[in-house]
T-cell receptor, first 114, second 113 residues
Framework: DTEVTQTPKHLVMGMTNKKSLKCEQH?????MYWYKQKAKKPPELMFV???????INESVPSRFSPECPNSSLLNLHLHALQPEDSALYLC?????????????FGPGTRLTVT | GENVEQHPSTLSVQEGDSAVIKCTYS??????FPWYKQELGKRPQLIID?????GEKKDQRIAVTLNKTAKHFSLHITETQPEDSAVYFC????????????FGKGTKLSVIP
């Protein structure tokens, strides 16, 4: 299995809502990533988990809260978002170790904040 | 930190012609250079990558070249087909820690039938 899956595909939420994005991989990868992608822009790194521990937080606002319950799952909890947070949220995973850099992306969740 | 410049931002070619996209990077410690293809509404898909101990890598119609001295790398697509139309992103990584990728801004390739 070489796929990263994400749910939901689309999400519309109000600024006072709480929602969660989910990501799953069964490739045995021990690094998992959250990216945000705006239209016509490259993916922008938000968080990196390595061996289920948060290793990188790219100064992301606290209204985004990541969680890695186990080596296969990654969640992104959303609360009190702003309209400018509307974007495609991509999850990715990779091996950890010398020469094992390939990152594989999930299909993304298209988030609209109203 | 690393900075990756990508050119051109848009590229139109006739079907069957070749396409070349170029990237430069700033951090001499970078040692891994992937290329991603992203079709409209789809995920970025890893299409080819190269590590700093190799100068060129080919996979059917696509190839990547790396010049470590000049700190630039290029994607070459030969015999282009309409299904090659997409946005292509180059990226660079030092491989340290959790393999943080720095992306270029992307090239929108249009292959005209």
């Amino acid at each position: 299995d070489t796929e990263v899956t994400q749910t939901p595909k689309h999400l519309v939420m109000g600024m006072t809502n709480k929602k969660s994005l989910k990501c799953e991989q069964h490739m045995g990868h021990r690094a998992m990533y959250w990216y945000k992608q705006k239209a016509k822009k490259p993916p922008e790194l938000m968080f990196v988990y390595s061996y289920e521990k948060l290793s990188i937080n790219e100064s992301v606002p606290s209204r985004f809260s990541p969680e890695c319950p186990n080596s296969s799952l990654l969640n992104l909890h959303l609360h009190a978002l702003q309209p400018e947070d509307s974007a495609l949220y991509l999850c990715a995973s990779s091996q950890v170790g010398q020469g094992r850099h390939e990152q594989y992306f999930g299909p993304g969740t298209r988030l609209t904040v109203t | 930190g690393e900075n990756v410049e990508q050119h051109p931002s848009t590229l139109s070619v006739q079907e069957g012609d070749s396409a070349v996209i170029k990237c430069t990077y700033s951090d001499s410690a970078s040692n891994y250079f992937p290329w991603y293809k992203q079709e409209l509404g789809k995920r970025p898909q890893l299409i080819i990558d190269i590590r700093s101990n190799v100068g060129e890598k080919k996979d059917q119609r696509i190839a990547v070249t790396l010049n470590k001295t000049a700190k630039h790398f290029s994607l070459h697509i030969t015999e282009t087909q309409p299904e090659d139309s997409a946005v292509y992103f180059c990226a660079a990584s030092t491989g340290a820690g959790s393999y943080q990728l720095t992306f270029g801004k992307g090239t929108k390739l249009s292959v005209i039938p």
